[in-house]
Structure formats: C-alpha cells, structure tokens
C-alpha cells in the first residue's frame, strides 16, 4: 500500500498533489485516539482478528514521505515518459518500470515494518484475546511476572529473584531481537543505499 500511495504522489501530473500531499501528512502530526480506534476495529469486526495488527497502520505516512522522495530523485523520467510512448498504462508502468528499480528502498520498507510490527505488543493487547497473543506480548508477560514475583520475597530469596529477574530481561531482549538479525544481513546491501538515496535532498 505504501508503494502504491507514493508513487502518485510523486508524478507532478497528479491534479492536486500538493493538497493530497498535505491531507496526508496532517495524519502524521494528528490521529483520532485510541478509543475511535478501538471502535472503528469493532465495527469491521476485526476485534480477535490478527488482521487488526496490520490494517489499522497499513499505510505509515512517515514511509509514503520517504518511498514518495526515493521516486522522484531515483526513478528517470524518461523511462516513464519512454514506456507511456509505447502505450504502457499507469499499472505496467508501476509494475513494469518503478518496482524493478525500487528493490534498495523496498528493502528499506521492509526491515522499518518488520521491526514496527515486530516490536508492536500494545496493539495485539488491545485487539487479541490470550490465547492469540503474539511472541513479544508474551515476552512482556514474562519480564511482569517475573518482577511480580520478586517484589513479594526477601532476604537472600529477594537477591536470588533480582537475579532471576534481570536474566529473564536479557534473555528477552536477546530472543526479540533474533529475527531481525536473523533478516538484517540479507538485506543490507539494499538498507544502506535505500536509506540514503530516499531521504530528503537539500
């Protein structure tokens, strides 16, 4: 969705770009709270449904601003203009021409939403009912429980639970951040050069 939204916004011919362009970055800056959230979810019957993690922030703003940069600095014009000559729709334009260029940015894309997603538990505890609480909720579970459990000890029992305890946070942390250096280096070479050339020139 994020791909979709930027690139046209990043084709000067779109009528009314600018005002678009402004509507959608008002979202950035101003949401309708968590109480609408909560009740747009329940009225498209996403309540205990793992699509209220994904549908709701489907489309970060602060993504389209950077995907929209990298198409109008990275993508040559005359390749657009080039396949509208030969009859391309705006579809095979897109499909055709702008996604085998974008790889490095779609990299980009990709690790911030896995990491968003990955490190979002406020949500799926919002939404999802225990029995489909995904893996860092559980982990939050886990790290309470476990100084829960040392606030009502004493003595040496208290310097073993405080013990126990910070283990339990360190192997959290090392178990949450697994799968994203697990997924890191295979995208690297395109985050690096992603980054950079999809950000703002001045």
């Given at each position: ?39 747009v979810?329940?009225?498209?019957g ?6 209220a ?5 489907g ?14 600095n990275?993508i040559?014009?005359d ?16 499909y ?19 990491v ?7 949500t ?7 029995a ?12 309470i ?26 192997a ?9 250096l697990?997924i890191?280096p295979?995208?690297?070479?395109y985050f ?11």
């Amino acid at each position: 969705m994020v791909y979709l939204v930027a690139f046209p916004l990043s084709r000067p011919e779109l009528p009314g770009r600018k005002i678009i362009s402004i509507f959608f970055i008002i979202t950035m800056y101003f949401g309708g709270g968590l109480i609408p959230t909560y009740l747009v979810v329940k009225d498209t019957g996403l309540i205990n449904n793992m699509w209220a993690l994904f549908l709701p922030g489907g489309v970060a703003m602060g993504n389209v601003v950077i995907v929209r940069n990298f198409f109008e600095n990275n993508i040559p014009r005359d390749m657009i203009e080039a396949a509208q000559i030969d009859g391309a729709s705006n579809w095979k334009i897109f499909y055709k021409v702008v996604v085998p260029l974008s790889r490095s940015i779609m990299a980009v894309m990709v690790v911030f939403s896995l990491v968003a997603y990955w490190n979002d538990w406020f949500t799926a505890m919002i939404y999802l009912n225990k029995a489909q609480r995904p893996f860092p909720l559980v982990l939050r579970g886990i790290v309470i429980n476990t100084e829960a459990t040392s606030q009502f000890t004493s003595g040496q029992d208290y310097m073993a639970a405080d013990r126990t305890k910070q283990l339990v946070k360190y192997a959290s942390m090392v178990v949450a951040a697994v799968p994203m250096l697990v997924i890191y280096p295979f995208v690297q070479k395109y985050f690096e050069q992603g980054f950079m050339t999809g950000a703002v020139k001045g």
